[in-house]
Every structure is written in structure tokens, then in C-alpha cells.
């Protein structure tokens, strides 16, 4: 995805700088600056409309910062403007997003990963006012999520919370509608948290270019008080676990795992593993549909297998394939063993490995025997040993060879 950008500050080298952070975030932007000492204020009628986002200095010209922010962000249909602070902090963010700021960055040590973040999120914002309204104190704690602030959304109640990340259930303050906040922990430039922010901002990537019913929508993306944040989509009736819970008929089971062997021959097509397949990640969004979530724990196939490199263990020892759990290289059938763990739970109401410990369930994983399906269940024995091989080999060979296999049968038990 390409981007336009407009850079304005006096400093040569620096905007220099944030050309080469742009350029390297970017494939073939289009860049533009500007330098306010030697043209001074930009025309009056200037629109910027030939751009996607502004990157603004606080100190332009001899004239204050803010001055620009107030007069550029209340041009109509004036790009978002994100402002570089050359003394960071709470209350000059504050005033920055008060005079119309749609977002604000160190000028100090720039972070290229939040950098290309809040690029993403205004080309998002693109069209719709870039200076927010006043805001109440009142409004201001109902903005709270955490210890972010994120205008544009107000806190209904917290979902759930992770070392990594806190989930909040929000309302869009624009549509009314209720969605899911997924908000970082650490801010995008604070040592160990670059890691674990690229992982965030490639979740964002990876969702925000699919469309498929059954994989979750992405409404947005931001960063607010060193925060990053996702906007997803919102489901009342939870996750698979409680239809696992309740029971679900051989045919049900088999087009869940339909859909989500469709969701998953997309995200494979995007050149995507899951990772992280569990009944937790598998939304219901009415009675008869199902959709994939959270990409967290993603990585592009073209990525070196790096991420448990330093003997961290990423994804849920109930549903990690041999390979995962021993931290050997894995592919697309990595996540067809955890679609095959999931839909012999489904069938079943029980987990096939289960022991004391995550290691010992890893374990079995890679050398206990196939479980067996009782009488009147065997039909779809050899689609699930299809699935749960030990040996990638011997598993289905991608989504599509997977996905033909649950046609076939739903076929059948429509004869039935």
C-alpha cells in the first residue's frame, strides 16, 4: 500500500529523515516538503487534498506550532495532520489534539514502526474532520481504556487481559455501533515492546487487507498515549466454546469447520499462518456462521521462523500441531491440525490430549495414539486422521484439499 505526505519543518535533515522513514515504510509513496522559514505560511486556499496525511513540526517557521495545527486542521476537508513534538509529553499531546492534532510522535528518536502506524491510520481517517470536538471531563473518562485515552470510542466494559494486551467492549462514538478494542500494553518504542508492537501492527496489516465473511472485520487502527490500538468487529454471541459446551450436531460441526477451512484458505492465500487456531479465536456471528479472529500470533510465510527463536512457545498446547509444540519449522498444515483438533472437539465435547502440564500435553501431542470416534461417528474418521497426522506429510496438503474433503462429506450427510 502506497501513501502520500506532505512534510513540513524547517530543519532540512530532518525532514530528510522522515522522507527515508516514509519511503522505507511504504512501497513508491509519494513525498512532499515544505519549508516554512524559507516559503513561509502555506496559501490560504491551500487544501491538501492531493495528500493522504501531514507531517507537521511545533516549530515552523518563527511562528508557533499550533498556530499551524488550529488553522491547517480547521481547512475543510484538510488531510490528518501528525504532529511531531520536539518536547514530548501528556500536556502538549493534550494541546495538540485539542488545535486538531490526528495524532502525535517524538521528534526526538522517531519510532519508524509508530511512524508508519499513524501514516496507516490517517490514511483510514482520510476525508472525515481531523480536529475533534471539545471534550468534557466527563467525555474524556469515558475515553479512558486503561491507561490510554482513544477519542472515537467510549468504554463500555472490560472483556478480557493478557500480558501483552487488554480487550475492551467500546461504542464508535461516529456509528453507535459496539466494537472490540484490542489495546497494547507497552508503548511502541519501549525495548522489549518493538517486538511485541511489530506483531500488533502485522495483525492490523494482515486483517485490514481481507474480506471474507468468515474472518473478523477490522474497523481501524490508532495510537493514543503510546498506545496501539485495533478496532474489531464486535460479537454478542461469543465464541465457539460455549456451542462446543452445549453440543453441536456431527452436520453443524462439519460446516464450521467448512467456514473455517474457507477463512483459512484466505489467510493461507494472503500468505498468512494462523497459529493461534483455538475455539477461543472462532467467533459466532449468528447461529449458522462462524468467523476467524486475532492474528497476533500471525506470521508471513515468507518470514524466516524466527518468532520462538528465543525459546518462547506461541500458540495453545491443546491445539498446537508436533511441530509447533517442539518449535520446529511449521506451514499451512500446522494449522489444519488445529482445525482437526477443533472438530474433533466439536464432535466429541472433550479435548483428544489432555495431562498436567503444557509439556506433557505437547507430548502427546507428537506420540499418543490417534483417538478413536465411537460407531456413529467413524464416517468421519479418516477426514479428521487426514487432519491430525503426526506427520505434516500425511495430513491434507492445504486448505483447499481440506476444504474439498468437508464438501464432500457435508454432501453426503445431506443424502443421509
Known amino acids: 500500500m502506497s501513501v502520500r505526505v506532505l512534510i513540513i519543518d524547517d530543519q532540512n535533515d530532518f525532514r530528510r529523515l522522515l522522507a527515508h522513514h516514509v519511503a522505507t515504510g511504504f512501497d513508491e509513496p509519494t513525498i512532499a ?6 516559503r513561509g505560511r502555506l496559501p490560504a486556499d491551500f487544501s491538501g487534498s492531493a495528500y493522504d496525511a501531514v507531517l507537521l513540526g511545533d516549530t ?8 499551524w495545527l488550529r488553522d491547517l486542521s480547521r481547512r475543510n476537508a484538510f488531510p490528518p495532520i501528525i504532529y511531531l513534538l520536539s518536547d514530548p509529553g501528556v500536556d502538549a499531546e493534550e494541546q495538540a489534539f485539542a488545535a486538531g492534532a490526528h495524532g502525535c510522535l517524538s521528534a526526538r528518536k522517531i519510532d519508524h514502526a509508530g511512524l508508519v502506524a499513524a501514516l496507516r491510520s490517517a490514511q483510514a481517517r482520510r476525508g472525515q474532520p481531523s480536529r475533534p470536538a471539545p471534550r468534557t471531563e466527563e467525555q474524556s473518562r469515558a475515553n479512558r481504556f486503561g491507561d490510554a485515552s482513544i477519542r472515537g470510542y467510549r468504554f463500555a466494559s472490560q472483556i478480557a487481559e493478557n500480558p501483552v494486551s487488554s480487550v475492551y467492549l467500546a461504542q464508535s462514538e461516529q456509528t453507535g455501533e459496539k466494537v472490540v478494542l484490542k489495546v497494547l500494553h507497552q508503548p511502541p518504542d519501549s525495548g522489549s515492546g518493538e517486538r511485541t508492537f511489530d506483531r500488533f501492527l502485522r495483525e492490523y496489516q494482515i486483517a485490514a487487507g481481507l474480506s471474507h465473511p468468515n474472518v473478523a472485520q477490522v474497523h481501524g487502527f490508532g495510537a493514543a498515549d503510546d498506545h496501539a490500538y485495533i478496532a474489531m468487529e464486535y460479537f454478542p454471541k ?22 473455517m477451512a474457507e477463512a483459512l484458505v484466505v489467510l493461507h492465500g494472503a500468505g498468512v499462518l494462523h497459529r493461534d487456531l483455538k ?35 506461541f500458540g495453545t498446547p491443546y491445539y498446537m500441531s508436533p511441530e509447533q509444540g517442539h518449535g520446529r519449522d511449521t506451514d499451512a498444515r500446522s494449522d489444519i491440525y488445529s482445525l482437526g483438533i477443533i472438530f474433533y472437539e466439536m464432535l466429541m465435547r472433550r479435548k483428544p490430549y489432555v495431562a498436567g502440564t503444557p509439556m506433557q500435553v505437547i507430548y502427546k501431542h507428537a506420540h499418543a495414539p490417534l483417538p478413536e470416534l465411537p460407531a456413529h461417528l467413524k464416517r468421519f474418521e479418516g477426514l479428521l486422521y487426514n487432519c491430525i497426522a503426526k506427520d505434516p506429510k500425511r495430513r491434507y496438503a492445504s486448505a483447499e484439499r481440506l476444504l474439498d474433503e468437508v464438501r464432500e462429506l457435508e454432501r453426503d450427510e445431506t443424502e443421509r
Do not use: T
Open 60 to 67: 515552523p517557521g518563527e511562528e508557533a506550532g499550533l498556530d
Open 33 to 38: 516538503e515544505y519549508d516554512p522559514s524559507a
Open 279 to 313: 475455539p477461543g479465536n472462532v467467533m459466532v456471528r449468528d447461529e449458522a456462521s462462524v468467523a476467524l479472529i486475532d492474528y497476533g500470533l500471525s506470521k508471513q510465510l515468507s518470514l524466516e521462523a524466527s518468532l520462538n527463536a528465543g525459546g518462547e512457545i
Open 238 to 259: 461469543g465464541d465457539l466454546r460455549a456451542r462446543i459446551r452445549a453440543g453441536i450436531e456431527p452436520a453443524q460441526a462439519l460446516a464450521y469447520l467448512r467456514q
